[in-house]
């Protein structure tokens, strides 16, 4: 199994990134993915989930209504929009698949991460 993040960077307040989650070495369409994200000096958190169709998806209430997960079972990614950020999001952000085809929000119920993209968002 491999999990690989991409576009993370530096954006300003209020500004928006796309985070990507290349997925192989498994069948992508039979587990739910979720995105976790941890602080420097914080615990590593979750922050979105979706289910192994797509249809149902669940957010951390800080990032309710700002951030949008998605997949493309195609293209085996996931996907997280990230609208208005704020400072607070900074953080490493990490995709993980779930054990099964339903999410969860404990750390302790995803089998495999990716290395992790860094979100920085100041001005």
């Known amino acids: 199994v491999q999990l690989v993040e991409s576009g993370g960077g530096l954006v300003q307040p209020g500004g928006s990134l796309r985070l990507s989650c290349a997925a192989s070495?498994?069948?992508?369409?039979?587990?739910?993915m979720a995105w976790f994200r941890q602080a420097p000096g914080k615990e590593r958190e979750f922050v979105a989930a979706?289910?192994?169709?797509?249809?149902?998806?669940n957010y951390a209430d800080s990032v309710k209504g700002r951030f949008t997960i998605s997949r493309d079972s195609v293209k085996n990614t996931v996907y997280l929009r990230m609208n208005s950020l704020k400072p607070e999001d900074t953080a490493v952000y990490y995709c993980?698949?779930?054990?099964?085809?339903?999410?969860?929000?404990?750390?302790?119920?995803?089998?495999?991460w990716g290395q992790g993209t860094q979100v920085t968002v100041s001005s």
């Open positions: 993980a698949q779930s054990s099964s085809s339903f999410y969860y929000t404990l750390i302790s119920r995803y089998n495999y």
């Open positions: 070495g498994f069948t992508f369409s039979n587990y739910a």
């Open positions: 979706i289910s192994w169709s797509g249809g149902t998806t």
